[in-house]
């Protein structure tokens, strides 16, 4: 699956404990994403980045830092954890290109937050 | 932002039956994606449609993409276990991020 994973794979935290996620891909894609799944919700987009150092806010930013030192690494911080932080995370690649909007998602992050 | 609705949220179907779900928006979209998500399971992407009146086939999958571009369908001919999941339209905004529907929940009965 286009090379990504996502570590850890399963978390739990404490409330206000700072916790970060890594999300690794090994076909030098320019374009990266964090989403958050919850039920009821599907899929919001948290942050993206568009090259080294070169990072957005999404839909639901609010809580959340991301950082990309280089191409293959973006990582997703929750400063300070709270519970309405429990959720599944997807990072996901950008095939883009030619009008392309295909996507390829890494197997998730189940972080829980108590 | 723009939103796009799917429906139905749930569908049970008796295994052999067929399955459409449908994505509608209320604005014109230039592309729509699907994706499949199985239980536990991360999205998986299955198409991009971008032309008015567009259908493609994979298998028993047929995608449509309306005349007006706003809204899209799903069709699942003769359904099988292995067909299980939540099924996801997507656009693509301009952030070059993809805005996702809720998803439609396809359980199959053997």
């Known amino acids: 699956d286009a090379g990504i994973t996502q570590s850890p794979r399963h978390k739990v935290t404490e409330t206000g404990t700072p916790v970060t996620l890594r999300c690794h891909q090994t076909e030098n894609h320019r374009y990266m994403y964090w989403y958050r799944q919850d039920p009821g919700h599907g899929l919001r987009l948290i942050h993206y980045?568009?090259?080294?150092?070169?990072?957005d806010k999404g839909e639901v930013s609010d809580g959340y830092s991301v950082s990309r030192s280089k191409t293959e690494d973006f990582l997703l911080t929750l400063e300070s954890a709270t519970s309405s932080q429990t959720s599944v995370y997807f990072c996901?690649?950008?095939?883009?290109?030619?009008?392309?909007?295909?996507?390829?998602f890494g197997p998730g992050t189940r972080l829980t937050v108590t | 932002g723009q939103q796009v609705m799917q429906i139905p949220q749930y569908q049970h179907v008796q295994e052999g039956e067929d399955f459409t779900t449908y994505c509608n928006s209320s604005?014109?979209?230039?592309?729509i994606q699907w994706y499949k998500q199985r239980p536990g399971g991360h999205p998986v992407f299955l198409i991009q449609l971008v032309k008015s009146g567009e259908v493609k086939k994979q298998k028993r999958l047929t995608f449509q993409f309306g005349e007006a571009k706003k809204n899209s369908s799903l069709h699942i001919t003769a359904t099988q276990t292995t067909d299980v999941g939540t099924y996801f339209c997507s656009y693509g905004g301009s952030q070059g991020n993809l805005i996702f529907g809720k998803g439609t929940k396809l359980s199959v009965k053997p």
């Open positions: 996901a690649i950008s095939a883009r290109g030619q009008g392309s909007y295909e996507q390829y």
């Open positions: 604005t014109t979209l230039s592309n």
């Open positions: 980045s568009y090259g080294v150092k070169d990072t």
